[in-house]
């Protein structure tokens, strides 16, 4: 993650957050404030990325009045979630393992 990236981000949420709408809205401004400490405590960017467009979503799917200027900014960090994103075969198979550890613990096995 270079910097020059995550000061982008960062100048971003702020620039959201100032939003006049966004500033209407308590729970909104949490979610912006929430990913920009995550990202000045250096978590993860991707992951502090994929955890805010995942709230987008859910905010938008339970409200349905998320802000212009916030489905602009979604829309924005999609690539990002998009680079960030798992592997799908491996999940897959970490879960098949993990299955059949369980199935063996449950019938006593190992």
């Avoid at 949490?30 to 920009?36: G, H, K, L, P």
């Avoid at 992951?47 to 995942?54: I, M």
């Amino acid at each position: 993650m270079s910097d020059e990236k995550l000061n982008a981000m960062i100048n971003q949420l702020s620039q959201l957050y100032q939003d006049g709408d966004v500033q209407k809205n308590p729970e909104l401004r949490a979610m912006i404030q929430n990913a920009a400490n995550r990202l000045n405590n250096d978590e993860d960017f991707g992951k502090v990325v994929s955890d805010l467009s995942h709230a987008i979503s859910q905010r938008y799917v339970a409200h349905h009045d998320v802000p212009k200027a916030m489905i602009v900014f979604y829309n924005q960090i999609q690539k990002d979630v998009q680079a960030g994103k798992y592997d799908d075969t491996n999940i897959r198979n970490y879960f098949i393992a993990t299955g059949l550890i369980s199935l063996s613990i449950s019938f006593g096995g190992f």
